[in-house]
Nanobody, 123 residues
Framework: EVQLVESGGGLVQAGGSLRLSCAAS????????IGWFRQAPGKEREGVSC????????FYADSVEGRFTISIDNAKNTVYLQMNSLKPEDTAVYYC????????????????WGQGTQVTVSS
């Protein structure tokens, strides 16, 4: 059974940093796309950043480019999202997701999802 468990969310002041972790079980990171998505109240879920386990290629949404960094530890089956210079508009529930093969970091592409972790950025 595929499981994705997020951790690392919390409350932080604007300008602060958080690191999210996504621990995967039930499968190994072999030719998968792993992504971080977020959903703020009243808004649609959106892609934040994705990474390919096969070649390490990455995608970032324009809103987080230069502030967030996605990384993967294939040995630990874990994906990280380092979030720096956080802004109040980054407040959302952040979800980890996975799909076999490649993806342009679109929500509809992903078929395995974690439960999410809340990130709240105060002004």
């Amino acid at each position: 059974e595929v499981q994705l468990v997020e951790s690392g969310g919390g409350l932080v002041q604007a300008g602060g940093s958080l690191r999210l972790s996504c621990a995967a079980s039930g499968f190994t990171f072999d030719d998968y796309a792993i992504g971080w998505f977020r959903q703020a109240p009243g808004k649609e879920r959106e892609g934040v950043s994705c990474i390919s386990s096969s070649d390490g290629s990455t995608f970032y949404a324009d809103s987080v480019e230069g502030r967030f960094t996605i990384s993967i530890d294939n040995a630990k089956n874990t994906v990280y999202l380092q979030m720096n210079s956080l802004k109040p508009e980054d407040t959302a529930v952040y979800y980890c997701a996975a799909v076999g093969g490649s993806s342009w970091c679109l929500v509809a592409d992903f078929n395995s999802w974690g439960q999410g972790t809340q990130v709240t950025v105060s002004s």
